[in-house]
């Protein structure tokens, strides 16, 4: 659809040293020498004209085309909210594919499967990453009936997966992220659950075990549980579940992989049912999807509704300028579904049926450094609450009022909101915590709902490029306490965490408190928390130390189920040979 030329006086963004770095890389667009034929205005204006553009087909829309179109750019451009990556890299060009995250089938044939690989590239092709669930294919050595030969199984499948995501690189720059998900009751779990043992091996896969309340009951009660062949629907045979649960443990010790998803949970939140259950996720795991289904993201940068308190009140969330983005993002990523252009007709149809989308925050540790709240504290655990629940009803609120103007999503009848009649609805979901691992760089925030790794680091990106940052809220901090120097910033920049540095102000230490300084219970149940009124999922990793054991590791798996969490991811300190940030003492 057109869109508004770009007004003359359209300020200038103002772009982080960081991501002048990340844009050019990635963001702008080039010409075929690789010449970069826009600036940072023209980029944001681009996506910000193309997807105010679709608000031209709503007659009964409250906003001009110009008008919104100037509100998404600044928006943007102020770093309140920023969309996805695909969605600032393909809006307003003819790719025009601007969501990350999809899921795909994969059907027991050669046919389907060979279907699904291909799908994945052209998906990775245009910036989006695929989750897959494997849980359908035939055990390995089972017979296949139009050869007498014997199948391969899951895990030789997924290595095809896995190399030819190799072979192609993102948009030309970024390399595709895929979800393999097998469920726990399949015969080929035990190689799952072992197969990213040595470094390397399905580099472009993280892996999640489907977990079922079954299986939960039976590793509780020390039960055996059955094995299901997925093509004869046959028990094949049984295993113990402790015992399963114990070396799922021990491999998450050694190498962080696999993670688990608790399915039933994730189904017992589908909003539509009658289309079929969710057996995948997207890559990062916040996104559980139907198959061909893909959802667009977004975020808002929590750093930045920060109220500086006044006239002797504490500091607070400026909880009108919240809501006001809240509305306006909604109405963006509603845009975007229309805006988009989706790799197959399948996609299409299911995310124009459904039109979720997955509006989330980032700068969650900038808001708690700026409100002076430990993040390792019940009070920041409830002001998490606070604010999702805050979100979710202001974004439901605002699906509504689309609804009104456009219609609600096209299944809504047959879903739990048309069920229950608690709708219209424009979206079938509307929250999301995403990673906004470059969100985060672009808007210079800490990302999504993580602590700082560190308060000041060295930061690896793409082909050995290193960003150094210090956070600017810890700079403020040591200033206002007289105790700001050159000799410590490099002391931090060295150990990352001012744990150990007694001489610093108490209160400056408890609440500059890095991911490892965190006990992992209080990672957790920060998740918890933002899990309670989030749709979708939220992208967290439980950080352990090193010398943490595969106990405290089971604990934490346990007390995710517990707590109600869709999924964990766990890491502990040094079990991989290359992290993605690294402190300067580990380079
Ligand atoms: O910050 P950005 O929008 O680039 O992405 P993110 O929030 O870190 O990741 C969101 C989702 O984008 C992931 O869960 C994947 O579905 C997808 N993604 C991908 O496909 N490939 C990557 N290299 C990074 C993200």
Request: with cysteine; charged share 25%; hydrophobic share 35%.
């Given at each position: 659809?057109?869109?508004?030329?770009?007004?003359?006086r359209?300020?200038?963004?103002?772009?982080?040293?960081?991501?002048?770095?990340?844009?050019?890389?990635?963001?702008?667009?080039?010409?075929?020498?690789?010449?970069?034929?826009?600036?940072?205005?023209e980029?944001?204006?681009?996506?910000?004209?193309s997807?105010?553009?679709?608000?031209?087909?709503?007659?009964?829309?409250?906003?001009?085309?110009?008008?919104?179109?100037?509100?998404?750019?600044?928006?943007?451009?102020s770093?309140?909210?920023?969309?996805?990556?695909?969605?600032?890299?393909?809006?307003?060009?003819?790719?025009?594919?601007?969501?990350?995250?999809?899921?795909?089938?994969?059907?027991?044939s050669?046919?389907?499967?060979?279907?699904?690989?291909?799908?994945a590239?052209?998906?990775?092709?245009?910036?989006?990453?695929?989750?897959?669930?494997?849980?359908?294919?035939?055990?390995?050595?089972?017979?296949?009936g139009?050869?007498?030969?014997?199948?391969?199984?899951?895990?030789?499948?997924?290595?095809?997966?896995?190399?030819?995501?190799?072979?192609?690189?993102?948009?030309?720059?970024?390399r595709?992220?895929?979800?393999?998900?097998?469920?726990?009751?399949?015969?080929?779990?035990?190689?799952?659950?072992?197969?990213?043992?040595?470094?390397?091996?399905?580099?472009?896969?993280?892996?999640?075990?489907?977990?079922?309340?079954?299986?939960?009951?039976?590793?509780?009660?020390?039960?055996?549980?059955?094995?299901?062949?997925?093509?004869?629907g046959?028990?094949?045979?049984?295993?113990?579940?402790?015992?399963?649960?114990?070396?799922?443990?021990?491999?998450?010790?050694?190498?962080?992989?696999?993670?688990?998803v608790?399915?039933?949970?994730?189904n017992?939140?589908?909003?539509?049912?009658?289309?079929?259950?969710?057996?995948?996720?997207?890559?990062?795991?916040?996104?559980?999807?139907?198959p061909?289904?893909?959802?667009?993201?977004?975020s808002?940068?929590?750093?930045?509704?920060?109220?500086?308190?006044?006239?002797?009140?504490?500091?607070?969330?400026?909880?009108?300028e919240?809501?006001?983005?809240?509305?306006?993002?909604?109405?963006?990523?509603?845009?975007?579904?229309?805006?988009?252009?989706y790799?197959?007709?399948?996609?299409?149809?299911?995310?124009?049926r459904?039109?979720k989308?997955?509006?989330?925050?980032?700068?969650?540790?900038?808001?708690?450094?700026?409100?002076?709240i430990?993040?390792?504290?019940?009070?920041?655990?409830?002001?998490?609450?606070?604010?999702?629940?805050?979100?979710?009803?202001?974004?439901?609120?605002?699906?509504?009022?689309?609804?009104?103007?456009?219609?609600?999503?096209?299944?809504?009848?047959?879903?739990?909101?048309?069920?229950?009649?608690?709708?219209?609805?424009?979206?079938?979901?509307?929250?999301?915590?995403?990673?906004?691992?470059?969100?985060?760089?672009?808007?210079?925030?800490?990302s999504?709902?993580?602590?700082?790794?560190a308060?000041?680091?060295?930061?690896?990106?793409?082909?050995?490029?290193?960003?150094?940052?210090?956070?600017?809220?810890f700079?403020?901090a040591?200033?206002?306490?007289?105790?700001?120097?050159?000799s410590?910033?490099?002391?931090?920049a060295?150990?990352?965490?001012?744990?150990?540095?007694?001489?610093?102000?108490?209160?400056?230490?408890?609440?500059?408190?890095?991911?490892?300084?965190?006990?992992?219970?209080?990672?957790?149940?920060?998740?918890?928390?933002?899990?309670?009124?989030?749709?979708?999922?939220?992208?967290?990793?439980?950080?352990?130390?090193?010398?943490?054991?595969?106990?405290?590791?089971?604990?934490?798996?346990?007390?995710?189920?517990?707590?109600?969490?869709?999924?964990v991811?766990?890491?502990?300190d040094?079990?991989?040979?290359?992290?993605?940030?690294?402190?300067?003492?580990?380079?």
């Amino acid at each position: 659809m057109a869109a508004t030329p770009m007004p003359k006086r359209l300020p200038e963004p103002i772009i982080n040293e960081n991501a002048k770095i990340v844009l050019q890389r990635r963001y702008l667009r080039k010409d075929t020498e690789g010449t970069p034929f826009e600036n940072y205005r023209e980029l944001f204006w681009r996506v910000a004209s193309s997807i105010a553009a679709e608000e031209k087909k709503y007659a009964d829309s409250v906003y001009t085309v110009s008008k919104l179109a100037r509100e998404f750019y600044d928006l943007m451009t102020s770093y309140r909210f920023l969309p996805n990556s695909p969605t600032l890299m393909n809006a307003g060009t003819d790719l025009g594919q601007l969501a990350a995250c999809f899921v795909l089938p994969v059907e027991d044939s050669i046919e389907g499967i060979f279907d699904s690989v291909k799908h994945a590239a052209m998906i990775h092709k245009s910036g989006g990453g695929t989750g897959f669930s494997f849980s359908r294919l035939r055990p390995k050595d089972s017979v296949v009936g139009s050869t007498g030969g014997v199948a391969s199984g899951p895990l030789s499948f997924l290595r095809i997966f896995n190399c030819a995501t190799e072979q192609i690189k993102q948009g030309g720059t970024r390399r595709g992220a895929n979800m393999g998900i097998l469920r726990v009751d399949h015969p080929d779990i035990m190689e799952f659950i072992k197969a990213k043992e040595r470094d390397g091996e399905l580099n472009n896969f993280n892996l999640s075990v489907g977990l079922t309340e079954a299986f939960m009951r039976a590793v509780e009660k020390g039960e055996d549980y059955e094995l299901v062949d997925p093509k004869t629907g046959l028990v094949s045979g049984t295993l113990n579940a402790g015992e399963v649960f114990g070396i799922l443990v021990q491999k998450a010790w050694e190498s962080g992989d696999p993670g688990m998803v608790f399915l039933d949970r994730v189904n017992r939140d589908n909003p539509t049912p009658a289309q079929g259950d969710m057996e995948s996720t997207n890559p990062c795991g916040e996104q559980p999807l139907l198959p061909y289904e893909a959802c667009n993201l977004g975020s808002i940068n929590l750093g930045l509704v920060y109220a500086a308190g006044q006239n002797g009140h504490d500091s607070e969330i400026d909880w009108d300028e919240l809501k006001r983005i809240v509305h306006l993002a909604v109405r963006f990523l509603d845009n975007v579904i229309d805006a988009s252009n989706y790799p197959l007709p399948q996609i299409t149809e299911t995310v124009e049926r459904n039109r979720k989308i997955g509006l989330g925050v980032m700068g969650w540790a900038d808001l708690l450094f700026q409100l002076g709240i430990p993040y390792n504290s019940q009070k920041a655990v409830d002001l998490a609450e606070r604010v999702m629940k805050f979100i979710r009803d202001e974004s439901r609120a605002a699906s509504k009022q689309l609804a009104k103007e456009r219609g609600p999503f096209p299944a809504y009848a047959d879903s739990v909101f048309g069920k229950a009649d608690l709708g219209p609805y424009r979206n079938a979901t509307t929250t999301t915590i995403a990673p906004t691992g470059t969100l985060s760089i672009i808007g210079g925030c800490s990302s999504g709902v993580e602590p700082l790794f560190a308060l000041s680091f060295v930061r690896n990106v793409m082909d050995g490029d290193r960003l150094v940052e210090t956070n600017p809220h810890f700079e403020t901090a040591l200033k206002n306490a007289n105790a700001h120097s050159a000799s410590l910033m490099e002391e931090v920049a060295k150990k990352g965490s001012i744990a150990s540095m007694e001489f610093l102000p108490e209160d400056v230490r408890r609440v500059f408190v890095t991911a490892m300084d965190i006990e992992p219970m209080w990672h957790l149940k920060m998740q918890a928390a933002f899990q309670k009124y989030t749709d979708n999922a939220v992208s967290k990793t439980v950080n352990l130390p090193n010398e943490a054991t595969q106990e405290h590791i089971r604990e934490i798996y346990w007390k995710a189920y517990e707590y109600g969490c869709k999924g964990v991811t766990v890491y502990r300190d040094g079990c991989k040979s290359s992290q993605v940030l690294c402190t300067g003492d580990s380079e």
